[in-house]
T-cell receptor, first 111, second 113 residues
Framework: GQQLNQSPQSMFIQEGEDVSMNCTSS?????WLWYKQEPGEGPVLLIA?????ELTSNGRLTAQFGITRKDSFLNISASIPSDVGIYFC???????????FGTGTRLTIIP | GAVVSQHPSRVICKSGTSVKIECRSL??????MFWYRQFPKQSLMLMAT?????????EQGVEKDKFLINHASLTLSTLTVTSAHPEDSSFYIC?????????FGPGTRLTVL
């Protein structure tokens, strides 16, 4: 089945630093989604990517859809305390709406 | 934006009892809703797809007789965990599709004693 591996698994950074995380797949995806989940909450969509090579920004967040359609990265610039959470990539299965979620990257900001 | 609610937000029950979790789309109709399970420090795993007016479709390895899904209306899907056991303790999250996006509920934390 489709698997999405994220790295790093966790990150400990200082406020103000930039963050970069990525997601790789064993198979091709036509859409890449990046979600953020805070403790005890459901995931919230941050950025959606629909075309290979696409680079999309949402405030301090930037994400790119890899040319091979098997990877994507998410960057966060000038991190702030509210960026803390778990970031998941996700993609729909071919031909239907079901989503496969990545393994997640847990972001912690050191005061 | 589209809002999805879940009730209850957390529930504690005794082993062997059944627990019902509701998922509602508050400001839109959803013919399809999804149920996920998330164990501590793990990712979301899709359990089943809930279809309004028809039977749910379950992912491989998910027991349909244990996790009963009812999608009675375009705004409500329920998940009933029957004869719950401690290993069913988890965070259950639903989502509902509006246009091209899935909107997620806030989750339900189930603890089975």
């Amino acid at each position: 089945g489709q698997q999405l591996n994220q790295s790093p698994q966790s990150m400990f950074i200082q406020e103000g630093e930039d963050v970069s995380m990525n997601c790789t797949s064993s198979s091709i995806f036509n859409t890449w989604l990046w979600y953020k989940q805070e403790p005890g909450e459901g995931p919230v969509l941050l950025i959606a990517l629909y075309k290979a090579g696409e680079l999309t920004s949402n405030g301090r967040l930037t994400a790119q859809f890899g040319i091979t359609r098997k990877d994507s990265f998410l960057n966060i610039s000038a991190s702030i305390p509210s960026d803390v959470g778990i970031y998941f990539c996700a993609g729909p299965h071919f031909g239907n709406e079901k989503l496969t979620f990545g393994t997640g990257t847990r972001l912690t900001i050191i005061p | 934006g589209a809002v999805v609610s879940q009730h209850p937000s957390r529930v504690i029950c005794k082993s062997g009892t059944s627990v019902k979790i509701e998922c509602r789309s508050l400001d839109f109709q959803a013919t399809t809703m999804f149920w996920y399970r998330q164990f501590p420090k793990q990712s979301l795993m899709l359990m089943a797809t809930s279809n309004e007016g028809s039977k749910a479709t379950y992912e491989q390895g998910v027991e349909k007789d244990k996790f009963l899904i009812n999608h009675a209306s375009l705004t409500l899907s329920t998940l009933t965990v029957t004869s719950a056991h401690p290993e069913d303790s988890s965070f259950y999250i639903c989502s509902a599709r509006s246009r091209d996006e899935q909107f997620f509920g806030p989750g339900t934390r189930l603890t089975v004693l």
